[in-house]
């Protein structure tokens, strides 16, 4: 329950922090932080905490992408274009979310151990 617990509280902090100009670059790995530091005590169940917290991430981005792609559907040429657009900004988001915020969770596992 701590694992599934420290990644809620991990995506939590860091979708609020994405809305925070300058810091949103940093928010995966302050958020996988305080989601691992909080709930776990060792670094592997802080990597645990940030790939469930990476897998939580991926599904609201999917939901997204399938929406924004659906609005563009009487429009063939420019459907085409936004779609491949945005499954590049959704990949390359969701990877720096993923590696940033793993990162942020072992360290934040690690730390807690001591």
Known sequence: MGLIKGAVIGLIVT?????V???NMF????????????EVRSAWD?????????????I???????FVGS???????????VT???AGMF??????????GIIGAVLGGLLAHD
Do not use: K, R
């Open 84 to 86: 491949g657009l945005g």
């Open 91 to 100: 990949f390359l988001i969701m990877l720096h979310t993923g590696i940033i």
């Open 27 to 38: 928010s995966p790995f302050i958020g996988g932080f305080a989601g691992a530091y909080s």
């Open 46 to 58: 802080g990597f645990l905490v940030g790939t469930l917290m990476f897998i939580l991430m991926v």
């Open 15 to 19: 979708f609020v922090l994405y809305l």
């Open 71 to 81: 609005l563009f559907q009487n429009i063939p040429g420019l459907m085409a274009i």
């Open 60 to 66: 609201p981005g999917f939901i997204l992408a399938g």
């Open 21 to 23: 100009p300058f810091v």
